[in-house]
């Protein structure tokens, strides 16, 4: 936590400023920026500033950025390139740790990255930075999943959250890449084009296991604000589970082997569903929005109520079958 979280040490080793060559790494991975055209585009902060996406970077080192190039941005950007059916089909093979540990590096270096910035724009207010909000302690875990490629750890499969991905609108959305997420509960949205991919990290799957009923009903791409309430609901379920699982690193010295393993509860159990905390997480994250939703029949306050209740849906109607007509917000 001194070193990578509050210390400006490589993100990934952890080896300290002038010990070793640094070249910074892109927050969001460059081939990412090149492809979606977003080096001048901005990305908005938590307190609503914004940042160039191209300057958008945190500290790590020649090594590690050359070892991730090579084995993980490279495998990514082919099949992500490849199209929707090629990351679908990887998932499916069972394929997605590459994936799991793609997103995990981006959610990682995203909040990172906010111990630089101020949660007051308002310079006459105290010099406090939205990291200083974050307890750095929950991310141990997904460290130790993204750093495997560097120290060679294994992956017990149990350590693995939750992946979806979905066929995403291509029409409607502000841009062809989006990114969302909650931090509470370790869930990310990011859109690369046609693929929306929601996941969670800490949940040992419990999260889509829990979300599947209402995942189930999806039968067309999702437009954008959908794309928001199926990362909700994974959180939702994530902060719903009964028991969690724990993670721990079993290191064998005589075999100079690490292994990141996971105490699972048994059986996997939702505990008593909060509705209003659902309502706070639509709320939250599909900001401005809310206020074009429309429903026949409802008035606004109805619409806001309904969504405050947390039982409120833009994926499936009232029968529970999918909207495919799902509205699009006005661009900002
Ligand atoms: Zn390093």
Request: net charge negative.
């Amino acid at each position: 936590m001194n070193d990578i979280c509050l210390g400006r040490c490589c993100f990934i080793c952890g080896a300290q400023p002038g010990s070793k060559v640094f070249n910074d790494e892109h927050v969001i991975p460059e081939w990412v920026l090149r492809k979606f055209n977003l080096f001048d585009r901005t990305i908005t902060l938590p307190n609503g500033g914004t940042v160039k996406y191209g300057r958008f970077k945190v500290p790590c080192c020649q090594d590690c950025n050359s070892l991730m190039g090579r084995q993980i941005e490279e495998r990514i950007s082919k099949v992500v390139n490849a199209g929707l059916e090629a990351v679908q089909k990887l998932i499916a093979e069972g394929n997605g740790l590459e994936f799991f540990v793609w997103l995990g590096l981006i959610f990682l270096k995203v909040h990172l990255k906010d111990r630089e910035f101020r949660i007051h724009h308002d310079l006459r207010k105290p010099d406090d930075k939205i990291g200083d909000l974050y307890d750095w302690q929950v991310l141990h875990h997904m460290h130790c999943l993204v750093r495997c490629f560097v120290n060679g750890a294994s992956l017990e499969k149990e350590v693995f959250g939750s992946l979806g991905a979905f066929a995403a609108k291509t029409a409607g959305w502000r841009e062809e890449f989006d990114y969302g997420d909650i931090f509470d509960a370790q869930t990310m949205l990011l859109r690369l084009g046609n693929v929306a991919l929601v996941t969670t990290f800490n949940d040992a799957c419990g999260a889509i296991n829990g979300a599947m009923p209402k995942l189930e009903k999806i039968e067309g791409s999702l437009s954008e604000i959908q794309a928001r309430e199926v990362m909700v609901d994974f959180a939702f379920m994530n902060l719903s589970l009964k028991q969690r699982p724990r993670f721990y690193t079993e290191c064998d010295v005589g075999n100079e082997t690490i292994t990141e393993k996971a105490v699972m509860p048994d059986p996997f159990e939702l505990g008593e569903l909060n509705f209003a905390l659902r309502g706070r997480l639509l709320r939250d994250s599909f900001g401005e929005s809310v206020k074009q939703i429309r429903v026949a029949g409802k008035t606004q306050q109805e619409i806001e109520q309904a969504i405050d209740g947390g039982r409120f849906s833009v994926l499936v109607d009232e029968t529970g079958t999918f909207i495919k007509q799902s509205f699009t917000p006005d661009s900002r």
